[in-house]
């Protein structure tokens, strides 16, 4: 099955020869493109090197990308997902992982320890006040630092030759100019990406665990 796989552009590395691995092919599109902000990266490095943060909390790969190799010295490290604590280790940082693909399960995770810390985030500027919520909730404090924007590339998705689109988020369903087709497969990386595709009106015939890999095994799983 060939599979159109949304991500931001240059961000899909590996993508290929993962896919190949469950017997499928795969090409990025990409509805979303990142705009850094330098001096926001900048000002969050610098707090941690001024020991402001007890935790950093990185929840997607770019961020750790873009921070991780600015870093002289950190706190405790948390990271969603395997991908994420890879590019973390590529600069010397061995992060915990989470173990779900969820910033929900962020609080959770830490507990108790939570109470009376801070937390760093470095991430897109998009709204995630569940996260945010949990933590003050718990007991702790949180510095987001938005050090990138997410905008729509404007650009339709290049779908003919797809069997299968893979969105994999939330964002790049919504801001994503495509044209569905009677054949065309609809999968979800995870169930908050399922649920905007589901209130958009295009269901995802199926819905991974929050990562590719999971995805591609349900996908293979299904048998669709």
Do not use: Q
Request: glycine share 8%; with cysteine.
């Amino acid at each position: 099955m060939k599979i159109a796989i949304t991500r931001l552009e240059n961000k899909a590395a590996g993508d290929r020869a993962l896919c190949a691995t469950y017997g499928h092919d795969c090409y990025t599109v990409s509805p979303l493109r990142a705009e850094l902000r330098m001096e926001r990266v900048a000002a969050f490095v610098d707090a941690v090197h001024h020991s402001e943060f007890d935790c950093l909390f990185f929840t997607s790969a770019l961020p750790a990308g873009v921070v991780a190799p600015r870093l002289k010295r950190w706190p405790r490290v948390i990271a969603i997902g395997p991908k994420t604590a890879e590019i973390l280790r590529e600069s010397g940082i061995d992060a915990e992982v989470l173990p779900s693909f969820y910033s929900r399960d962020f609080v959770p995770y830490l507990g108790d320890w939570l109470r009376g810390r801070t937390v760093g985030i470095p991430r897109a500027d998009v709204p995630n006040p569940g996260l945010l919520d949990g933590i003050v909730a718990a007991g702790g404090k949180y510095h987001e630092e938005r050090i990138y924007a997410l905008v729509p590339t404007g650009t339709d998705l290049a779908l003919d030759v797809a069997d299968a689109v893979l969105f994999t988020s939330a964002m790049s369903y919504r801001e994503a100019r495509w044209h569905p087709r009677v054949d065309l497969l609809l999968v979800a990386i995870g169930e908050i990406t399922a649920d905007a595709m589901r209130a958009g009106g295009h269901p995802p015939a199926v819905v991974g665990d929050g990562s590719l890999a999971g995805t591609l095994e349900a996908l293979n799983r299904e048998g669709v």
